[in-house]
């Protein structure tokens, strides 16, 4: 098993900056894959930035590119993505996820990822 639990969250302007953490605790690996998802109201939860762990690289959402970036520790014990330029269309309740088994055609459905935290959200107010 695998616990996630983010923070970070809060109520910013449009324009302002936010880093998000998610502690990763139990049972790792080190091809453990760690992501994140955010879900608006009324929408889909979707995919936002991923850290696949077999390559080290990462990969975003065309309409985070350039302003967020994902991150971790040495350890991988926890996983950052640092938002800029914020938008009131970011905003959402950001989800920390994980799995170690991810494939790279998967990495941006929510459904490959057995592993997820609780949520923490994010306004960004005009």
């Known amino acids: 098993q695998m616990q996630l639990e983010e923070s970070g969250g809060g109520l910013v302007q449009a324009g302002a900056s936010l880093r998000l953490s998610c502690a990763v605790s139990?049972?790792?690996?080190?091809?453990?894959?760690l992501a994140w998802f955010r879900q608006a109201p009324g929408k889909e939860r979707e995919f936002v930035a991923v850290?696949?762990?077999?390559?080290?690289?990462?990969y975003y959402a065309d309409s985070v590119k350039g302003r967020f970036t994902i991150s971790r520790d040495g350890a991988y014990s926890t996983v950052y993505l640092q938002m800029n330029s914020l938008k009131p269309e970011d905003t959402a309740v950001y989800y920390c996820?994980?799995?170690?088994?991810?494939?790279?055609?998967?990495?941006?459905?929510?459904?490959?990822?057995?592993?997820w935290g609780q949520g923490t959200q994010v306004t960004v107010s005009s």
């Open positions: 139990g049972r790792t690996s080190s091809s453990t894959s």
């Open positions: 850290l696949w762990r077999r390559t080290g690289r990462t």
């Open positions: 996820a994980a799995d170690s088994t991810l494939i790279l055609s998967s990495i941006y459905d929510a459904r490959a990822y057995d592993y």
